[in-house]
């Protein structure tokens, strides 16, 4: 069965609520969970149809959220997921990284129990910088989990292109995920013949909002040494001007910014998928409502990259 993207999905990386690596939060703190999945459904409403998550958010309640706010239109919606982190849900906690061929057996079976499925539709390699032949064993037995019908496709979120195909080069493996957006564009990912679908798309909020109040328990006041567009959670200078070089082109139209952050994906490639995280159902109808806009013109995404790069 061939598994549909679209050209939009939603993250849920926020929705798992807090939880925290070698005493740091990687969370996006609190989250409402009644909101959560009226925001999920409203999703399902609005007619996006992927949902992309890890086992690790929230130590396993991202996904069990997303299991109830879908158990009764399972076959509509298209779910993804990551395996690789090793975590302790009762403390909430990341206790490490496993990249063996036994500790994916356990964590799909963890996913598809939290997730109330018996299949997963795109299961993702989350350990970005293993090395090939390990990875090669993984993706031999991805193969054995289509083969067994508890997944559907795989891929790797990485930010290496060669990772990224390398995965991809099994019969399922279809897409890659990686680190995409107006302000850090990486077109070597979206080479190949896969998808890819883009995690901070509106790099982590600075492409969606002014006002920046982020409290000490947010990843983004923690600065993590992969985190490029905060720093102290304050908005990085550079990327901040960059944001302000574009933002008249982004708005045009009637766009709101998220909009047309969005909209620059559809116009820079086929390819390319953004799925913004959300947790409320107000972000969902913002970031969906890019659709009915589409893409950029060509006139503004040239304008774009000239202004950029």
């Given at each position: 069965m061939t598994v549909e993207l679209g050209k939009l999905g939603f993250g849920t990386w926020a929705m798992g609520g807090p939880f925290t690596y070698q005493g740091q939060p990687v969370g996006?703190?609190?989250?409402?969970?009644?909101?959560?999945?009226?925001?999920?459904?409203?999703?399902?409403?609005?007619?996006?149809?992927?949902?992309?998550?890890?086992?690790?958010?929230?130590?396993?309640h991202a996904e069990t959220l997303v299991g109830q706010a879908f158990a009764d239109v399972r076959d509509e919606v298209v779910i993804a997921t990551k395996w690789g982190d090793e975590f302790d849900p009762a403390k909430r906690e990341l206790t490490g990284y496993d990249g063996t061929v036994e500790y994916l057996r356990r964590a799909v079976e963890g996913s598809l129990r939290r997730l109330g499925t018996d299949y997963i539709d795109l299961y993702q390699l989350h350990l970005?910088?293993?090395?090939?032949?390990?990875?090669?064993?993984?993706?031999d037995e991805c193969e054995a989990l289509v083969a067994a019908g508890k997944i559907r496709a795989y891929g790797w979120s990485t930010d290496d292109?060669?990772?990224?195909?390398?995965?991809?080069?099994?019969?399922?493996?279809?897409?890659?995920?990686?680190?995409i957006n107006v302000l850090f564009d990486n077109p070597e990912m979206y080479a190949g013949e896969y998808a890819v679908?883009?995690?901070?798309?509106?790099?982590?909020?600075?492409?969606?909002?002014?006002?920046?109040?982020?409290p000490a328990d947010d990843v983004r006041a923690s600065d993590p040494a992969w985190l490029l567009f905060f720093e102290n959670g304050r908005p990085t200078?550079?990327?901040?001007?960059?944001?302000?070089?574009?933002r008249d082109v982004l708005t045009s139209g009637g766009r709101t910014l998220v909009q047309g952050a969005l909209a620059w994906f559809w116009a820079r490639s086929p390819r390319l998928v953004p799925i913004p995280g959300v947790r409320t159902v107000a972000q969902v109808?913002?970031?969906?409502?890019?659709?009915?806009?589409?893409?950029?013109s060509e006139e503004e995404l040239g304008q774009i990259e000239a202004a950029l790069r």
């Amino acid at each position: 069965m061939t598994v549909e993207l679209g050209k939009l999905g939603f993250g849920t990386w926020a929705m798992g609520g807090p939880f925290t690596y070698q005493g740091q939060p990687v969370g996006w703190g609190p989250a409402d969970d009644g909101e959560s999945l009226r925001a999920l459904r409203r999703a399902y409403d609005l007619g996006v149809r992927l949902i992309d998550t890890a086992d690790v958010y929230g130590c396993g309640h991202a996904e069990t959220l997303v299991g109830q706010a879908f158990a009764d239109v399972r076959d509509e919606v298209v779910i993804a997921t990551k395996w690789g982190d090793e975590f302790d849900p009762a403390k909430r906690e990341l206790t490490g990284y496993d990249g063996t061929v036994e500790y994916l057996r356990r964590a799909v079976e963890g996913s598809l129990r939290r997730l109330g499925t018996d299949y997963i539709d795109l299961y993702q390699l989350h350990l970005g910088d293993l090395g090939l032949d390990q990875a090669a064993v993984l993706r031999d037995e991805c193969e054995a989990l289509v083969a067994a019908g508890k997944i559907r496709a795989y891929g790797w979120s990485t930010d290496d292109p060669q990772r990224a195909r390398f995965f991809c080069e099994g019969e399922h493996g279809i897409a890659a995920q990686a680190d995409i957006n107006v302000l850090f564009d990486n077109p070597e990912m979206y080479a190949g013949e896969y998808a890819v679908l883009c995690r901070r798309p509106l790099a982590m909020g600075l492409l969606a909002r002014d006002e920046f109040d982020i409290p000490a328990d947010d990843v983004r006041a923690s600065d993590p040494a992969w985190l490029l567009f905060f720093e102290n959670g304050r908005p990085t200078p550079d990327y901040f001007k960059a944001r302000e070089a574009v933002r008249d082109v982004l708005t045009s139209g009637g766009r709101t910014l998220v909009q047309g952050a969005l909209a620059w994906f559809w116009a820079r490639s086929p390819r390319l998928v953004p799925i913004p995280g959300v947790r409320t159902v107000a972000q969902v109808e913002e970031n969906a409502g890019a659709l009915a806009f589409g893409a950029l013109s060509e006139e503004e995404l040239g304008q774009i990259e000239a202004a950029l790069r």
